[in-house]
């Protein structure tokens, strides 16, 4: 069986439960050198440990089985365990020879024998030697016999005369099986010589011979002789008692006719003191407390002696003028027990000899020595180099990272010195600090049990208790303190101007803006601290580089150059706000802009990536378009004008019942150079199906002049008039357009 094979479940069998097991740190202990069975104190099974070979373990001895004990601590037990092993059919019937060479004369008669001796299978049982079969043939027939310790051997009988005129050579195979499943078998080759007449066999004075040697015999030692003129049997091996106490094998005489006869050898081996006694410690409690009563065990002792008779009968002894004697209750175990009151203070170790004697002759023996030590009681608790600790730690940490590694000491001895750390259970923002770090009992290694947010959380105190084992224990507090560090996790935000996933009105730049014009600033603010949340500003990608750069420190977008008539239009650009953490992280905000003369052209910017393309044959049809609709524009607007001011007052009457349309463009910079936010412009577009019953009003916000457009536009030609600007407006049908104009605007669309 595979190593973790379920041999049985001791628990059950001994009427334990598993806490019994566990409390008493059950174990198996054995003399020998290979453990063959795993305790699982954990289910209370009884497991393969090594895998068995019974053959190896037992040879031809059955039934087969090994033993071991079970001990079990507080308090201590013993139990006896035997465990047998089942053989399985792993080894094929073999014959010591391939090949069997037989003379036989022609004048034999039917019914003599032909010795074919045995074939030799390790298992044992039904899985042994069940039956021998032979070839078929005209000549022979098979029959097999078992002897008194089991083993079955083959014979051929002659069952027809020979002829050798006929036949000079037979060839025979003879097969052994055995009974396992699936079935092995073993083949051995008879070649069989007819020989002339031979009337004499030779013939054995008995059937079966004993003799008894001793196992240290030397090699070349004579052991029987089998009579006057025949063989000498002699040893041409090593003999050991302890693995094979007999032997059994088969002799056969044969004559030059072909005739022969077998007798049986059976040879006992006698056993010698050679094995001196073996001391295994099964159990060894150390250190005892000094306060332990009279007759508390401190070991348990396993002695074995591999000789058999007195050879094998062992007494052991302990040293004299020692606290300690020795007890037996069970074969083989002796238990160490103290047999005097213990005074650590006068002896905190003693070094035990165990001795261990043979009854042989000479005896042999052996010693073990146990060191055994006092332990202290507790009188003394935990000591911290420092009352309060510091740690630091970045945000953003992994899970389970070690913060600190607590070290205390006790002067105290083993147990009483085995320094055990927790963490004493407060709050942190209202939540248990369990929640946040954890530490290690044993190690005293403080864990982060999440990550940290410097955002949220910039330090936090904890208490730690060490204590030790001690019974009652003593325990100490120190306080540390975790500083949490902040780490560039978070990228600039972009505050201004405002990113939607629709057209964005552009900012304006009036073509009349110098070198150094403010168009815009880009503001952004960063969460993190200290050097992480140093912004800077980048121009990363423009319709025209030449044309703007961005202030590196506070994000102001201003003209490099006087703007001129060539210049596109529509300008885009791209900057990339960046912190100074490392590594950096960036935002991208994009800006679009519009070159205008003296009136913005409020046009919006698309995401196209096709924006800086253009096509001269559609652009001279758009220039076509333009001056089309502005001559028509303007012949509009002056009709309008000299009908409104006719009907200036029959319109007002209709004001009131006028569906009024808010219309807010965004807002952009005309501040200069002084570094200021854009100021606000505020619009009111009121629309009607007429034209002439539209208005337009300009409203002056921040201190900046206004200009309304009312339905006689008397007044606002007056303002218009007063201020240099010129007011156009389109009208296309029925429908009526707002006009729109500021003090600086030369064009309306």
Not at 561 to 567: A, P, W, Y
Not at 571 to 586: A, F, H, I
Not at 636 to 647: L, N
Not at 722 to 740: C, H, M, P, W
């Amino acid at each position: 069986m595979k190593k973790g094979f379920l041999i049985g479940n001791i628990a059950h069998d001994l009427g334990f439960d598993v806490q019994r097991l566990r409390s008493g740190r059950a174990r198996i202990v054995s003399g020998d050198n290979t453990q063959y069975a795993e305790l699982k104190t954990d289910k209370g099974t009884l497991v393969v440990n090594e895998r068995i070979d019974r053959e190896q373990l037992c040879a031809e001895t059955t039934p087969c089985s090994f033993t071991f004990e079970i001990i079990l601590d507080n308090p201590m037990e013993l139990h006896h365990v035997t465990v047998e092993i089942l053989d399985i059919n792993d080894h094929s019937p073999a014959f010591t020879k391939e090949q069997i060479i037989i003379e036989i004369s022609e004048s034999v008669t039917p019914g003599t024998r032909f010795l074919l001796g045995s074939a030799h299978d390790s298992d044992v049982g039904v899985n042994g030697i069940q039956d021998y079969i032979m070839s078929p043939n005209d000549n022979f027939i098979l029959k097999q016999h078992a002897r008194p310790s089991g083993v079955k051997y083959a014979e051929m009988v002659l069952q027809r005369p020979l002829d050798r005129e006929k036949y000079s050579r037979i060839s025979l195979v003879v097969t052994a099986v055995d009974g396992g499943n699936p079935q092995r078998s073993g083949n051995v080759k008879i070649e069989v010589t007819v020989l002339d007449v031979n009337d004499n066999a030779p013939v054995f004075n008995q059937s079966v011979y004993r003799a008894i040697i001793a196992e240290n015999a030397p090699e070349g030692t004579q052991i029987t002789i089998i009579n006057e003129s025949t063989g000498v049997v002699t040893l041409n091996g090593v003999l050991d008692y302890e693995k094979t106490n007999k032997y059994e094998f088969d002799i056969e005489a044969k004559d030059q006719g072909g005739l022969g006869d077998s007798a049986k050898v059976i040879v006992e081996l006698i056993d010698v003191n050679d094995n001196a006694p073996v001391i295994s410690v099964m159990s060894f409690s150390s250190p005892v407390s000094e306060d332990a009563p009279l007759g508390t065990t401190v070991a348990i002792l396993n002695v074995k002696d591999l000789d058999s008779g007195e050879n094998g009968q062992v007494r052991c002894t302990v040293d004299r003028n020692m606290p300690f004697k020795l007890q037996s209750s069970l074969r083989h175990y002796y238990t160490l027990v103290t047999d005097a009151a213990l005074d650590r203070e006068r002896v905190v170790e003693y070094n035990i000899t165990i001795t261990a004697t043979d009854s042989g002759s000479p005896a042999l023996s052996s010693q073990k020595t146990l060191h055994f030590k006092i332990s202290d009681v507790n009188d003394n608790p935990p000591k911290f180099q420092k009352s309060v600790f510091t740690t630091y730690i970045t945000e953003n940490n992994q899970p389970g990272v070690s913060i600190f590694t607590f070290s205390a000491q006790d002067d105290d001895w083993n147990q009483n010195a085995r320094i055990s750390y927790f963490l004493n259970e407060t709050s942190v923002g209202g939540a248990p600090v369990s929640s946040l770090i954890s530490i290690y009992a044993d190690s005293g290694v403080v864990h982060a049990l999440r990550a940290f947010d410097y955002e949220q959380i910039q330090s936090l105190q904890v208490i730690v208790k060490a204590q030790d084992g001690g019974s009652p224990p003593l325990s100490t507090n120190v306080t540390l303190d975790i500083i949490i560090q902040d780490q560039n996790d978070n990228a600039p935000q972009i505050l201004y101007p405002v990113q939607t996933g629709g057209s964005v009105v552009a900012e304006i730049v009036p073509r009349s803006a110098d070198v150094g014009y403010l168009v815009t600033k880009v503001v952004a603010v960063d969460v993190d601290s200290g050097q992480n949340a140093w912004l800077s500003y980048k121009l990363q990608k423009a319709t025209d580089r030449a044309l703007f750069e961005v202030s590196l420190q506070n994000g102001e977008i201003r003209t490099v150059r006087q703007v001129n008539d060539k210049d596109a239009v529509k300008q885009k650009l791209t900057v990339v706000v960046e912190d100074n953490g490392q590594p950096s992280r960036s935002a991208v905000v994009t800006i679009n802009l519009a070159v205008a003369d003296s009136f913005p052209v409020i046009s919006e910017f698309t995401n196209s990536g096709h924006t800086n393309q253009y096509d001269d044959t559609l652009t001279f049809y758009l220039v076509l378009a333009l001056a089309a609709v502005s001559f028509l524009f303007i012949t509009c607007v002056v009709v309008i004008i000299s009908v409104k001011i006719y009907r200036w007052r029959q319109s007002r009457l209709y004001q009131s019942n006028l569906p009024v349309i808010p219309y807010y463009p965004s807002y952009y910079a005309d501040t200069g150079v002084t570094g200021t936010l854009p100021h606000a412009y505020n619009y009111e577009v009121c629309m009607a199906t007429d034209s002439r019953k539209s208005e337009c009003k300009f409203s002056t916000l921040d201190g900046q002049s206004v200009l309304v457009v009312d339905p006689s536009f008397t007044e606002t030609m007056q303002r218009a008039m007063k201020d240099k600007n010129f007011l156009e407006n389109r009208d296309s049908g029925d429908a009526g357009e707002a006009i729109v104009a500021s003090p600086s605007m030369k064009e309306c669309w």
